[in-house]
């Protein structure tokens, strides 16, 4: 059997057929000008893992993952699966190997997934017929969340923020986007503030005074206001940047919005999204991430789970 064509073309409109590779589409466009009759591509798969502190990295191994990542204080979670390494690497790939896995498409490449140290939580061999699969199941920042603990106080005259960026030093791990609003920068305790126990369960508490969110993703913890985006720019999902069929709304009005995408790795968890469909139009803000894909197989997806921009 011939193998896989592992450069093979998604096309947005496969009724069209080109001769050539279209321009990669800039995922943070509004519009696009289609009065030329071009059609936009993504082409290329990529992806790359890397594996132990040494950082030996493997593109041409047969891989299947998937990922979830949660716009909430829990470690995201997810599976890898390679075909057939040697036994060497079998025997040398444990629980606690270092983890970092890349995918997209030339152009438009991502870290999907990159834990601290411990991040593969279990790792199993198994035999599946002709193959012997070796699966790693993931935890970002695992270790750090549920074991980082705090003792300090603080006299009175002390800002909310310089407690609020004690605990999430406190965690170990690298600070990311920290957003916070007017009323937070001004807010000085009146008295004494005494902080003792888990730095998760401390933030989580500290963050509801001023209707704030924190996460962690690839061992990074981002801080923002509750319906605020991580970053300002929007990435436009629509037909012409890879949407899969159209958007769904959530039941009982709770306004969630979900969609599917060809796989972008600029769609995760914070990330605001400017949707554009028949159904679905408006500025959103990921929740939840769910990552596919197999480098052997038609794979090569994310389903986001959205909520409006507040």
């Known amino acids: ?26 995922p943070n466009l509004a519009s696009y000008d289609f009065s030329n009759g ?26 299947v993952f998937d ?22 690497s079998r025997q040398k790939y444990i629980k606690g190997t270092q983890i970092i896995f890349k995918a997209g498409y030339q152009g438009l490449v991502g870290t999907l997934f990159a834990g601290t140290q411990g991040a593969a939580s279990r790792v199993i061999n198994e035999r599946k017929g002709p193959d012997i699969i070796t699966t790693f199941e993931l935890g970002d920042a695992e270790r750090e969340l549920t074991t980082s603990v705090f003792n300090k106080s603080y006299p009175g005259g002390s800002t909310y923020s310089q407690v609020l ?19 937070a920068l001004a807010d000085v305790y009146s008295s004494t503030v005494v902080l003792s126990g888990s730095v998760r369960q401390l ?27 991580f970053q300002p720019e929007a990435v436009a999902v629509n037909q012409s940047t890879g949407m899969i069929g159209v958007p769904t709304m959530g039941n009982a009005g709770d306004n969630i ?6 796989l972008n790795p600029k769609l995760k ?6 949707i554009t469909s028949t159904l679905v139009n408006g500025l959103y803000i990921v929740q939840n991430a769910h990552y596919e894909g ?16 507040g």
């Open 1 to 26: 059997m011939a193998a896989p064509d592992l450069t093979k073309q998604n096309s947005i409109d496969s009724s069209v057929s080109t001769s050539a590779p279209a321009p990669l589409p800039d």
């Open 38 to 63: 071009s059609t936009q591509f993504l082409f290329s798969r990529f992806w790359s893992l890397s594996l132990g502190t040494e950082g030996t990295t493997y593109t041409d191994l047969h891989i």
């Open 67 to 88: 990922i979830e990542k949660n716009q909430v204080s829990t470690s995201n979670k997810g599976k890898i699966q390679i075909y057939n390494l040697n036994d060497l």
């Open 165 to 183: 960026l004690d605990l999430v030093d406190a965690m170990g791990l690298t600070k990311g986007t920290v957003i916070l609003p007017p009323e």
């Open 203 to 229: 933030l989580d508490e500290h963050v509801k005074k001023h209707n704030l969110t924190w996460s962690v993703d690839n061992a990074v913890v981002n801080v923002a206001p509750v319906g605020t985006p």
């Open 257 to 262: 919005v979900t969609f599917i995408s060809l």
């Open 269 to 274: 968890p914070g990330a605001l999204c400017a």
């Open 294 to 309: 197999d480098t052997h197989g038609d794979k090569w997806q994310v389903t986001c789970e959205c909520s409006p921009k």
